[in-house]
């Protein structure tokens, strides 16, 4: 099975309007962590934020917000005000207390196209 | 400012060739970190390293070896290079962690092509 799910293979987007790139997850583990990352087209991966699973709130950074719901098991990345140099590949990612904290798993990704 | 390079961005080689993926990070890290990426599959663990000299397979291993000699280089060997092993292959590290929130950084990228 999945552990990590992205549904959206690819998103089209407007200049300066809000997107939401699904992440759904599966875990028996009470203790992990998820993680978003953007790949430009250069390649190099670039971490953007991350939600504990017993954190409270929804994280954020800057224009980027976590949709947090838990009983749901989802993780959606909202950008607000989307810029052009937002085009990239998306790729949503879980650490498990299982799998002794220092691996990541990773969906398969999600293109964001951003038009003028 | 941290940094992890790897060796070549783009790579082309032939079938049954021996190659080696090189990785150097600068962060004193403990792990290290071997994935590809192939469209619709997102990043897959080959291999991972949490000391010099330690090693322990990932997702795809077979085809692939390892070798860490000091703590700041990883290396990926294809032993017998073949076609389907043509692939980004994106190296990473991070310190060794109890925290669930501790981030892997990553290298550029190498595009490897085999003929």
């Known amino acids: 099975a999945q552990k990590i799910t992205q549904t959206q293979p690819g998103m089209f987007v407007q200049e300066k309007e809000a997107v939401t790139l699904d992440c759904t997850y599966d875990?028996?583990?009470?203790?992990?962590?998820l993680f978003w990352y953007k790949q430009p087209s250069s390649g190099e991966m670039i971490f953007l934020i991350y939600q504990g699973s017993y954190d409270q709130q929804n994280a954020t950074e800057g224009r980027y917000s976590l949709n947090f719901q838990k009983a749901r098991k989802s993780a959606n990345l909202v950008i607000s005000a989307s810029q052009l140099g937002d085009s990239a590949m998306y790729f949503c990612a879980m650490r498990e207390i299982g799998t002794g904290f220092q691996k990541l798993v990773f969906g398969t990704g999600t293109r964001l196209l951003v038009s003028p | 400012d941290v940094k992890v390079t790897q060796s070549s961005r783009y790579l082309v080689k032939r079938t049954g060739e021996k190659v080696f993926l090189e990785c150097v990070q600068d962060?004193?890290?403990?792990?290290m970190f071997w994935y590809r990426q192939d469209p619709g599959l997102g990043l897959r663990l080959i291999y991972f390293?949490?000391?010099?000299?330690?090693?322990e397979k990932g997702d795809i291993p077979e085809g692939y070896s390892v070798s860490r000699e000091k703590k700041e280089r990883f290396s990926l060997i294809l032993e017998s290079a073949s076609t389907n092993q043509t692939s980004m292959y994106l190296c990473?590290?991070?310190?060794?962690?109890?925290?669930?929130?501790?981030?892997?950084?990553f290298g550029p990228g190498t595009r490897l092509l085999v003929l």
């Open positions: 875990t028996s583990d009470p203790s992990y962590g």
């Open positions: 990473a590290s991070s310190t060794p962690t109890s925290s669930l929130g501790e981030t892997q950084y």
């Open positions: 962060m004193d890290h403990e792990n």
């Open positions: 390293s949490y000391d010099v000299k330690m090693k």
